[in-house]
């Protein structure tokens, strides 16, 4: 089993992520990760998919979202053709002597620290699953409060629209 990206151009109404979802509910497919946005035009909406399976699991999805009315365009975004992010913020409770030991770590990672109140500090970092979880692997020791993760987004790489 492998993962699968799939990055969805579709119209921007509302209801459609709903449907997109549901279409995996129905077929028993779990989705990894989703996240959505409008792009440049605001009628319509950039989706992007993570599922894990085999070709058959992959195959099927495609066609079936495809078959959707809202669904413009589909690709398949390959690790060898395509830039991946995600986003990740955490809240770490800190003390005068913990709070240079995490900036340090952030610094590392080229996290930005986004808020700092007497007792806690807020982390920003950008970067593919494997930073994401190195940084927070680093941050074991400390008592982390919060954590929220956006999940997978990414474009294909090259010059051509709508590649």
């Not at 459609?16 to 319509?44: E, M, P």
């Not at 992959?58 to 992010?85: N, W």
Request: net charge neutral; with cysteine; proline share 1%.
């Amino acid at each position: 089993m492998r993962q699968m990206v799939l990055s969805l151009l579709v119209n921007n109404e509302a209801g459609v992520t709903s449907r997109i979802s549901g279409l995996f509910t129905r077929r028993g497919y779990n989705i990894d990760s989703i996240t959505a946005g409008v792009t440049g035009d605001k009628n319509i909406s950039r989706i992007t998919v993570v599922v894990e399976g085999d070709e058959n699991v992959h195959e099927q999805v495609i066609k079936q979202l495809s078959k959707l009315e809202d669904v413009i365009d589909i690709k398949e975004l390959k690790r060898e053709d395509s830039v991946c992010r995600e986003l990740i913020l955490v809240r770490v409770a800190v003390n005068e002597i913990q709070r240079p030991e995490i900036v340090s770590v952030a610094d590392i990672f080229r996290a930005k620290v986004i808020d700092v109140s007497m007792d806690s500090m807020v982390l920003e970092l950008t970067g593919d699953k494997s930073k994401i979880d190195a940084f927070l692997e680093l941050l074991v020791g400390y008592q982390i409060l919060e954590i929220a993760r956006t999940g997978l987004t990414g474009l294909r790489r090259g010059n051509k629209r709508n590649q």
